[in-house]
C-alpha cells in the first residue's frame, strides 16, 4: 500500500524532481503489487454519486435495499453485487459450456465446480450417469436414445373363460407385486353373465361388469388396491348360456 514521504527540506528544484519521481514510481508499484482492494464500510449515503461507483453499505445505518454489502450504482438505483463479504464470496471455474449445471465443490459452502450435466432451454437433462431417488414420478426417459420404464408402469391380465357357470374363478394367485386395478373390460361370443372382480373376497368398489357379446369396461377407485399376495377372483353369477368370455383387468404398478 502506497505511503507518501516527507518531501525534501531543500529549494533545489533537481532535488524536488527526484522526489517526485520516486513517489509516482511507489505509486505505480503500489498498483502493480495490487492484491486486494479494502472498501471502508459506508454508513451514510454518498451525497454525490455516479454510474460505476462500488461502496460497502453497513446494511444498518444505511441500507441500500438487500442489507450489509457491495453495491454499484447504475441505472438510477444501488445494486448489490454478485458477492456478499457477509455469506463469503462464491468463486470456481464451471467451465465454458452452455447450459452447464453447477455443483457444490468441497465442504467451505463457497466454492462452485462444473459437472458433466446440461440443462438445455427445454428442461431435457443429459449427461447422468446413475439417479437415485426414494419418491417420484418419471416419465420420457430413455437410455441410449431408447425409451425406458418408468417408475410408475400400466400393464394388464387378460384370460378367457370358454364356458362360464356361477362360481368363482380364481385367475391370478398369489400377486408378486402390488397393484392398481382402475379398469376390468369384458366380452364374450354369446348368452350373458355377471363378473364381479374381487381382490381376494373383497370386490372392487364401482360397478359389476353386465358380459355380454357387447364390449363393457367398468372403472374402479376404491377398494381397488392389491397388495402382493394377494389373490385376483372373478364371481359370476345370474349366467345364462354364457361362452367364450373374455376379460381384461388393466392396473397400474410401481417398478422396484
Sequence with gaps: MYSPKQPPGTEVLKDLADWAIDEFREVEKGFQDLDQIRLIK??????????????????SDWD?????????YYGGTWNKMGFDPTAGTIIGNVGATDNRLVRSSG??????????????????????????????????LTKGGSNVAVVEQ????????????????????????????????TICASGTSTFTFKINTTALGGTAN????????????????ASAGDDLVITASSTSACLFASFTIKFTRTLS
Design 107 to 140: 465442504t467451505g459452502g463457497i466454492t462452485l465446480d462444473s459437472t458433466g450435466i446440461t440443462c438445455d432451454d427445454s428442461n431435457n437433462l443429459t449427461g447422468i450417469a446413475g439417479l437415485t431417488a426414494t419418491t417420484g414420478t418419471f416419465t420420457n
Design 154 to 185: 400400466t400393464d394388464f391380465i387378460s384370460g378367457l373363460i370358454p364356458t362360464v357357470t356361477d362360481r368363482d374363478y380364481k385367475i391370478v394367485v398369489k400377486l408378486p407385486y402390488a397393484v392398481t386395478i382402475t379398469e376390468a373390460t
Design 210 to 225: 353386465s358380459v355380454s357379446s357387447a364390449e363393457q369396461s367398468q372403472t374402479h377407485s376404491s377398494s381397488n388396491v
Design 64 to 72: 441500500p435495499g438487500a442489507g450489509e454489502g457491495i453495491y454499484q
Design 42 to 59: 459506508t454508513h451514510v449515503e454518498p451525497s454525490k454519486k455516479r454510474d460505476g461507483d462500488i461502496v460497502y453499505a453497513d446494511g
